[in-house]
């Protein structure tokens, strides 16, 4: 639904300094021909992955080097990745399937974490769960709640006037990640509401990309 300016912008963006910027097109879940529909969007994610390491070679990347980066409620699916990605949600297609789905590191730009708190966004949790979400949907789709040491290292930011969806989400998966041991960064700023991206039109947030890659460059 923002598939242009939190996805095609920021992939030029960073094919710009020499990184490879690949967009997901992903599915939401749908009653019309889904079974376990909260799985859709993760299925979408560890295939995703699987298919770009496959072809490292081919696309000219380093397969110990591929992370996931989302925005808003696409930074809830990159975490759900980032934290389920050794579930088995699919049946598996190709040889791509025996591969791991865990990204190297997560970059997760204002995202939706939680559903079990008053600070979650309730269209976003709506939308994958429905109005009336199955017994221990909620708890497992609480992202801050799956973290473990095998969570990849990430790169949170957040803007601290944020109404949509509020920064609590960032500071209790930051809380999770370092009581798990996990390498991470969290950077929240006064101001910047929900939406902004790499805030590069902005005096202040446009700081963010060297932040963001002096990050990646400490990453071993």
Partial sequence: MAYDWEGI?????LNSKG????????????????????DVPLI???????????????????????????????GHLASTLGTHFDEKVY????????LSARPDFLTLCYPVITFNQSSTHKGSQNNLLGNNPKPGAVERFSNEKQVSANTPPTFLLHATDDTSVPVENSLVFYKALVENNVPAALHVFPTGGHGFA???????????????????ESLK
């Fill in 19 to 38: 990184i490879a910027g690949i967009v997901v097109k992903y599915r939401l879940p749908s009653a019309v021909s889904q079974t376990n529909q909260e």
């Fill in 44 to 74: 979408d994610a560890q295939r995703a992955l699987r298919l770009v390491r496959s072809k490292a070679e081919e696309f000219n990347i380093d397969p110990n080097k591929i992370g996931a980066m989302g925005f808003s409620a696409g």
């Fill in 91 to 98: 049946t598996p297609i190709d040889e791509a399937d025996k």
């Fill in 198 to 216: 790499l805030g590069l039109q902005d005096p202040y947030l446009r700081t963010l990309p060297e932040l963001l890659f002096g990050w990646m």
């Fill in 9 to 13: 912008d920021i992939a030029k963006f």
